[in-house]
């Protein structure tokens, strides 16, 4: 059974192998250590010991993907197999309907779609272009990402690809740390559903939104297309590794960045800030409201 330096220590050694901004991994290192070195872990157990270290490393560098997870339930320490990783994230996609939770109708031929996870942009596509044909008559849509957790990032672009007219629009980009590569995300030229144009479109947003949520939500905002309702997001813009430290400690190391074509940056440790600010609860009735308001 390791002891919980050495447990931190394999997770440090994680983050500075992969962290996406290598001097901030340097500076987590240091950090961490010192308080290795001062004892303030010895005595903690596995779930105080995950949170007092993720409350350390963000206070270093205020990443909300980096973290270090307890799992009641025993995994495996083999190394993570990426194809067994990836058809764990199909499953359980498979198993929310894609992310798509539902649609409604409402007054004033406005659509409401309720969207709980992004899914993947070629398992996912005829899940969310089902939903698109549901709103395809509408004169005005609301988004709702207010308990969207995350998900994929070619997902993220196609859902914004309904919003937009053709390929041409550059959404914005991802650079990797492992392959110092960055590609792009650029509208799709082929989508199993009309495209949502000329018309109003809301997105409804909470503290809860995170990642892929935040990353439609950005992305639309940013290029003028959608108008947001709500809370600021949770703040969390970096594609992430996960790795095991033992049975029931995992470390999250964000390995990449995502760059808005439009801001030049991202909505990490931030957030995503609404146009129109509501709480939670009245995010759509606010929404719902406005799109009257304008006629839609």
Known sequence: MPTNAEIVGLALDRI?????FPQRAVEINGAIRSRLAAGTYNTLSGPALCAAVTAHLQEV???????????????????????????AFLAMLRAENQGVRRFEHLEGNI????????ADAGEGARAI???????AHTSALILDLRECRGGSPEGAAMWCSYFFPDDQVHLNDVYERSTGSTRQYWTASHLPAPRYLERPVYVLTSAITFSGGEDVAYTLQAHGRAVLVGETTHGGAHPTARHTVTEHITVTVPTARTIS????????????????AATSEQALATAHKDALRRGA
């Open 16 to 20: 500075t192998a992969g962290y996406v």
């Open 61 to 87: 560098c205020p990443d909300k993907h980096l973290r270090l997870l307890w799992q009641d339930e025993p995994q495996s320490t083999d190394p993570a197999d990426e194809d067994e990783g990836r058809a």
């Open 111 to 118: 659509g409401h779609l309720d969207i709980r996870r992004i």
């Open 129 to 135: 272009g089902a939903a698109m044909e549901l709103a």
């Open 261 to 276: 074509t439009v801001t030049g940056t991202n909505w990490e440790g931030v957030g995503v800030v609404p146009d129109l």
